[in-house]
């Protein structure tokens, strides 16, 4: 069972649950009309079996695991945009903290053999207090997500301790793809450059190009969920990719991508990327996009998962803004493709 089986990574992990022969359950939230376009995406949308499941709601969780006792649960549901957790600081907090332990419950009372995984992230580390970031660094999220997520990952950890289940909190550095929500900065910039190149905007606006993250490909990132849930005994595991790169960086690597070219002038929020192939410029800076208090940098170390479950990403940065930027201008050119 998969929450948030319509997000980027739920649908990328079931589609690797789905080769290796299992029953994926996808738990989505009721709405209208599902947001399936992913799944179509990948071509599993009638091989997931969709059931309704809202994390809010304790009562539809209880019933959900009780009727399916699934052997494996993947918590990846949540509201996963930092940015918007300032706005809506009690929501997430309900969504990416009390959810997981709505579920823990759930999993304890009725379906204990139950395997458990939950998205927990580098957020967590905030104002990074060791470089790298490892699963002993200690935390100091800086946003409101930050602050529900640590819940997660510390319910996630004493639901352990306490009642012995298999829980495992996977720490997830950035991790990205053609998947990827058009709000995160990285598909902001491949989807907004490709359509400038197109013709369809002149511009791209963007908050702190500073910030450096340590960007991975999230095809890699859910074998190493899976990975997690095979072993013996549970725990909490670092997936990274080692490297980190400016929000700057990202853009002129896409925008090479696109054959575009981008010469930087001005500083802070008169800084301008002009592309030296039209002279337009392209990109210019919003304050809007800042946040009340950054994540300036965050660098992992995945030592551990690569030792003990032998997990390592395959993609490299490059090749990741390269895969975004072209699905994100095959786009461009076929209006008719959906996200
Ligand atoms: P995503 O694309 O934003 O997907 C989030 C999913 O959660 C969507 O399927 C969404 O459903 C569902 N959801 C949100 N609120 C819900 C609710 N109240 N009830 C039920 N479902 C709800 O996120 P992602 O990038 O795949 O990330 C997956 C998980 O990993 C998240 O928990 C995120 O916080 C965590 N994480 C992500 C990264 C990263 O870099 N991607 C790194 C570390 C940790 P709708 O389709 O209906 O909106
Ligand atoms: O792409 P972002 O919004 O991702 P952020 O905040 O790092 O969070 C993502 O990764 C976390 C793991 O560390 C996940 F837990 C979380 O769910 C999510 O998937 O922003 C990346 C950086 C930030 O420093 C932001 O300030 O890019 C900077 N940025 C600059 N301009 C921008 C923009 N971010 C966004 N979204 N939009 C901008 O215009």
């Known amino acids: 069972m998969i929450t948030g089986v319509t997000g980027q990574d739920g649908s990328y992990l079931a589609k690797l649950l ?20 992913r799944l179509d995406y990948l ?19 209880c019933r959900v695991i009780q009727d399916n006792k699934p052997d494996e649960f993947y918590n990846l549901a949540a509201q996963s945009f930092v940015a918007a957790s300032f706005e809506m600081p009690l929501y997430t907090a309900d969504a990416d903290a009390i959810a997981v ?12 053999e139950t395997r458990f995984y939950q998205a927990s992230t580098s957020e967590m580390f905030g104002k ?6 490892i699963e002993s660094t200690p935390f100091y999220p800086r946003s409101p997500y930050g602050v529900a997520k640590l819940y997660g990952h510390w319910i996630t950890v004493n639901y352990r301790e ?6 495992s909190s996977g720490i997830l550095f950035n991790h990205e793809s053609p998947l990827r929500g058009l709000e995160f900065v ?10 400038v190149k197109h013709g369809h905007r002149s511009h791209i606006e963007l908050g702190n190009m500073d ?19 095979q072993q013996d005994t549970s725990g909490d595991y670092v997936l990274s990719t080692n490297e980190t790169h400016t929000v700057r960086k990202f853009v002129e690597l896409a925008a090479s991508a696109l054959d575009m070219n981008i010469e930087w002038s001005g500083e802070g929020v008169d800084e301008v990327g002009t592309d030296t192939k039209t002279g337009k410029q392209v ?3 919003n304050p809007q996009f800042y946040r009340p208090a950054e994540v300036d940098l965050l660098i992992g170390n995945s030592e551990k998962a690569q030792t003990v479950l032998g997990w390592k990403r395959q993609m490299s940065f490059e090749g990741l803004v390269e895969s975004m930027a072209k699905a994100d201008n095959d786009r461009a050119v076929d209006s008719s493709v959906k996200n």
Do not use: C
């Not at 332990?101 to 204990?112: D, K, Q, T, V």
């Not at 095809?219 to 997690?228: A, N, P």
């Open 186 to 195: 990285t598909r902001k910039i491949t989807a907004g450059l490709a359509n």
């Open 162 to 167: 306490s009642f012995g289940l298999h829980a």
């Open 128 to 133: 990074v207090q060791e470089v790298p970031q």
């Open 101 to 112: 332990a709505r579920i823990l419950e759930a999993i304890r009372h009725y379906s204990p």
């Open 43 to 61: 071509g599993i949308r009638d091989k997931v079996k969709l059931v309704p499941m809202e994390l809010l709601e304790f009562t539809n969780i």
């Open 18 to 37: 789905l080769d290796k022969g299992y029953t994926v359950l996808g738990a989505a939230r009721r709405s209208a009309s599902v947001n399936l376009w």
């Open 211 to 229: 910030a450096k993250r340590d960007w991975g490909f999230a095809g890699d990132f859910v074998e190493g969920m899976w990975r997690m849930l």
């Open 283 to 285: 990109v210019t800076i």
